[in-house]
């Protein structure tokens, strides 16, 4: 006896055509780790014709792979493992990288500082509770504090990620979204991202400028 998976890129983009909807139309899509094995460049290529045109990748070969395939200036890509790459390979490949660390938004800030005709943007995590990746808490305010002084660099959001988002009376998901805004403050035009697939489920105030589902896709 053999099984067969069969992969419905139909019913993928029809799941995240609901998922969008529930996100004021503001919904990115994560393909990490190959789309969660379902193949990073097939499920990208069906959810850009559905209409998405914002994707997060774990890793720098990720990011250059999808670019390769949807090379369009409308397509964009963000990448979570934070700045330990050449930065010139965001550069060439037009991908933002997400900053994790003090120590990598300096990295940035001087890379633009030498490279003013073609800067980087890029998107902060912040971590508010899902310890694994982000600006940590002793970090925080030191970066809030000094987020006016990184003036070579443009901000395309200010992002975290809920640890507990299936768990819908959770205090921990509202606490999350308070320190968030809270942290926004030091940067009024800064837009906002917090919800994966569950988030979007927890109701109008998780969605925010910008949702990210990924496994519910």
């Known amino acids: 006896m053999q099984s067969v998976l069969k992969i419905s890129l139909k019913d993928i983009r029809k799941n995240w055509k609901i998922l969008n909807k529930l996100s004021n139309n503001n919904a990115s899509a994560v ?19 559905e209409g998405c045109n914002f994707f997060y990748v774990a890793q720098l070969e990720e990011g250059i792979k999808l670019r390769k395939k949807l090379n369009s200036k409308s397509v964009n890509i963000a990448v979570f493992e934070g700045i330990i790459h050449d930065l010139h390979y965001y550069q060439k490949y037009r991908l933002f990288p997400i900053v994790n660390d003090y120590s990598q938004i300096i990295k940035l800030n001087k890379f633009n500082s030498l490279n003013e005709n073609n800067k980087l943007k890029c998107i902060l995590n912040i971590d508010t509770g899902m310890n694994r990746l982000g600006f940590e808490k002793k970090e925080i305010e030191k970066l809030a504090v000094n987020l ?6 443009e901000f395309i959001f200010l992002m975290s990620h809920l640890s507990n988002a299936s768990l819908t009376k959770n205090k921990k998901n509202r606490d999350q979204l308070q320190t968030l805004h809270a942290i926004s403050k030091f940067n009024k035009n800064i837009k906002l991202s917090l919800s994966n697939t569950n988030g979007i489920l927890l109701g109008k105030e998780y969605i925010l400028n910008q949702t990210r589902p990924g496994i519910g896709i």
């Open 148 to 153: 006016k002084n990184f003036k070579k660099i």
């Open 31 to 49: 393909v990490k780790a190959n789309a969660y094995g379902f193949g990073l460049t097939e499920v990208s290529e069906a959810l850009h014709m």
